[in-house]
């Protein structure tokens, strides 16, 4: 397969990014957008009288996380990628994925039926559907201006084919979230994940030239999605959130034979800032650290001298 993208720079501050040059998903070199937020949960999203909205990102350092804001101008119902086709992707295989994923995920987005109590069961194969389409979407806005492309082309052909997620490397969860103050809509935190023995092999030159990783979160209405990708396999598939005020988060992807009650304990403000950064924490926790000492271990080894070591996601 030709190569899809090319990296340019943004023109306000000439930070890198992937912009589409075919369709990322068959190649082909005619594209229009795609909304991130489909138009049928536009009715469940902020009113129309919203002049910006926030899309968040993350940077982790050895000690530290950095969060910001990027202000967006405009209605987040406007949000489109230019990165697909019209013919074979946009109005073909990815319209059967949102007509699929519509009637199923509209009981999860509609903050009214969560205040009136309403509950309902979300089955084993419609789980696999939900999380297909968030996939579908964290693919997609991967090649926004304040992005970074991290999924191999070859991910993105195996969800046009088969009309699922990859089956390894992804994880995607749910929850019912009512929101009261926290601002974000789209959170969008790429990050490279080396394992600290490919970590010693770079040396001590550790700047992240390029993505491997990401981890993604969309709010639709009361419905809150978050998506994990990375070469990390067996770290991504078995995470698991332990949000600070108890509110329920369900792992859809990896597939289990479990259905879901829901909307079980309902998420608030700090449990969806908790779950939107929750890896990066374990990264600055758990992982820094072991790479830290591996790479140190490997340079002192070397050359008897104490590297100079930095993480950056």
Same mark, same amino acid.
């Given at each position: 397969m !030709?190569?899809?993208?090319?990296? @340019?720079? /943004?023109?306000?501050?000439?930070?890198?990014?992937?912009?589409?040059?075919?369709?990322?998903?068959c190649g082909a070199p005619q594209m229009n957008g795609e909304h991130i937020f489909s138009r049928w949960s536009h009715k469940f999203l902020p009113?129309?009288?919203?002049?910006?909205?926030?899309?968040?990102?993350?940077?982790?350092?050895?000690?530290?996380s950095d969060r910001f804001l990027i202000k967006r101008t405009g209605d987040i119902r406007d949000w489109k990628v230019q990165s697909v086709c019209e013919t074979n992707c946009n109005n073909g295989w990815m319209r059967r994925v949102e007509n699929l994923a519509r009637p199923i995920?509209?009981?999860?987005?509609?903050?009214? !039926?969560?205040?009136?109590?309403? @509950?309902? /069961?979300?089955?084993?194969?419609?789980?696999?559907?939900i999380a297909t389409w968030a996939v579908l979407k964290a693919m997609v806005a991967e090649f926004d201006a304040h992005s970074w492309a991290t999924t191999h082309h070859s991910q993105r052909k195996y969800l046009m084919k088969r009309l699922t997620p990859p089956a390894h490397g992804w994880a995607v969860w749910i929850g019912a979230y009512l929101r009261v103050s926290w601002p974000t809509h789209w959170g969008s935190s790429p990050f490279l994940y080396l394992s600290p023995k490919q970590e010693a092999r770079r040396g001590a030159n550790l700047a992240a030239t390029f993505y491997n990783s990401h981890s993604s979160t969309q709010v639709i209405g009361s419905l809150f999605i978050h998506v994990l990708r990375s070469p990390a396999h067996d770290y991504i598939e078995t995470w698991k959130f332990s949000p600070p005020d108890g509110g329920s988060i369900f792992r859809i992807w990896p597939p289990s034979d479990v259905s879901i009650s829901w909307p079980g304990t309902i998420m608030t403000d700090r449990d969806a800032d908790y779950v939107a950064t929750d890896l990066y924490d374990d990264l600055l926790r758990k992982v820094a650290p072991l790479i830290k000492e591996s790479i140190e271990s490997a340079s002192t080894a070397r050359s008897g001298a104490t590297p100079f070591w930095r993480w950056r996601v």
């Open positions: !030709a190569k899809t993208f090319r990296t @340019t720079r /943004r023109k306000h501050d000439n930070a890198p990014f992937q912009k589409a040059t075919h369709c990322i998903f009113s129309r009288s919203m002049k910006k909205y926030d899309v968040a990102r993350v940077d982790a350092k050895p000690t530290q995920m509209i009981p999860l987005i509609d903050r009214d !039926a969560l205040l009136r109590g309403e @509950t309902t /069961r979300v089955l084993p194969h419609q789980q696999k559907i």
